[in-house]
């Protein structure tokens, strides 16, 4: 039959581990749920609960693999709600998987019936989770060495208007603000492969400007060319154009683009030697 939460997944006298990855949800129960029930309900519903006993919680250990809500504290000034602290055991997310560790914790359980409110405040990653991620494959340093520029800050800029120039237009754009003195220019986020822009077309005429302005300046110059694209197998066919140009510098809409794209398209960066950046949807 139907078991309350509580009774399995509300543990007041756990100790979290140095390897728990911890979540705090803000929470506002339905009326008559006490907020026991509920912050034990989010952390069922993002681990291994589900509404009733089945048969095949006898296969596994829960007590291995469950999530597990161990302190709830009221909010100060503010009805009926609480911040539920939930602890979830390592084994639960698979390794560099930045996609499976918010389909867990954020996943279903926003849905829950439960709940009058839900929201994710703060996460807290263990670095036994981060470093099964590959970050970043070089930093300032590097950049600074391909760039052959020291002892000052890079200085770039975004080319405006950001939609409705020609590609012949925009690598003009281009062209000025290398030849002016700008280490590197940059792709507008909502510039991908409009019609009166296409993809390659600015591909073309960008590293067209970049080896004018190098070859004027007798300096390195860079461009942040946006590969994002509609498909993974799109972004990636880009990034090899971009190589082939040789123009050093991609980037990619990773919020709007998703985690998985953005990790497929660094990993190709990572392995082909080039600079990845990501922006868009920040403030969000």
Same mark, same amino acid.
């Given at each position: 039959g139907v078991k309350d939460y509580k009774l399995t997944y509300y543990t007041p006298e756990y100790e979290t581990k140095d390897t728990d990855i911890l979540a705090a949800f803000r929470v506002t129960p339905q009326p008559g749920v006490p907020p026991e029930e509920a912050g034990a309900a989010v952390a069922a519903e993002s681990s291994t609960g589900t509404w009733t006993t089945v048969w095949t919680d006898g296969l596994t250990?829960?007590?291995?693999?469950?999530?597990?809500?161990?302190?709830?504290?009221?909010?100060?000034?503010?009805?009926?709600?609480?911040?539920?602290?939930?602890?979830?055991?390592?084994?639960?997310?698979?390794?560099?998987?930045?996609?499976?560790?918010?389909?867990?914790?954020?996943?279903?359980?926003?849905?829950?019936k439960a709940l009058r409110a839900l929201r994710l405040e703060d996460l807290r990653i263990p670095p036994a989770y981060a470093k099964t991620f590959h970050g970043p494959p070089h930093g300032i340093q590097v950049e600074r060495d391909k760039l052959n520029k020291y002892g000052?800050?890079?200085?770039?800029?975004?080319?405006?208007?950001?939609?409705?120039?020609?590609?012949?237009?925009?690598?003009?754009?281009?062209?000025?603000?290398?030849?002016?003195?700008?280490?590197?220019?940059?792709?507008?986020? #909502?510039?991908?492969?409009?019609?009166?822009?296409?993809?390659?077309? +600015?591909? !073309? *005429?960008?590293? =067209?400007?970049?080896?004018?302005?190098?070859?004027?300046?007798?300096?390195?110059?860079?461009?942040?060319? #946006?590969?994002?694209?509609?498909?993974?197998?799109?972004?990636?066919? +880009?990034? !090899? *154009?971009?190589? =082939?140009?040789?123009?050093p510098i991609i980037m990619h809409d990773y919020l709007t683009g998703g985690f998985t794209a953005n990790t497929s398209l660094s990993n190709y960066c990572r392995d082909n030697g080039y600079f990845f950046t990501f922006t868009s949807m920040h403030a969000v």
């Open positions: 250990s829960l007590d291995r693999y469950k999530g597990r809500c161990y302190h709830i504290e009221p909010v100060p000034g503010e009805e009926d709600q609480y911040i539920c602290y939930v602890a979830y055991p390592l084994d639960l997310f698979e390794e560099g998987s930045v996609t499976n560790m918010f389909t867990s914790i954020v996943g279903n359980v926003f849905g829950f000052r800050p890079l200085l770039g800029c975004t080319i405006k208007p950001k939609l409705g120039l020609s590609a012949k237009n925009y690598g003009r754009a281009c062209y000025e603000c290398l030849r002016g003195g700008l280490d590197f220019t940059k792709d507008d986020e #909502n510039v991908n492969s409009q019609p009166f822009m296409r993809w390659r077309d +600015r591909f !073309v *005429f960008v590293a =067209e400007a970049i080896y004018k302005a190098q070859a004027e300046t007798g300096e390195i110059k860079g461009h942040y060319l #946006n590969a994002t694209a509609g498909t993974c197998e799109e972004m990636i066919k +880009r990034a !090899v *154009f971009a190589r =082939e140009l040789g123009v």
